[in-house]
């Protein structure tokens, strides 16, 4: 799915969630 579909939150969430090993 495409990131741009995703609103702004779940992408700050999942960039951050995937930052933390």
Same mark, same amino acid.
């Given at each position: %799915? *495409? =990131?741009? %579909?995703?609103?702004?939150?779940?992408? /700050?969430?999942?960039? /951050? =969630? /995937? /930052?933390? *090993?």
């Amino acid at each position: %799915m *495409p =990131a741009v %579909m995703w609103p702004r939150r779940w992408r /700050s969430e999942l960039t /951050s =969630a /995937s /930052s933390i *090993p």
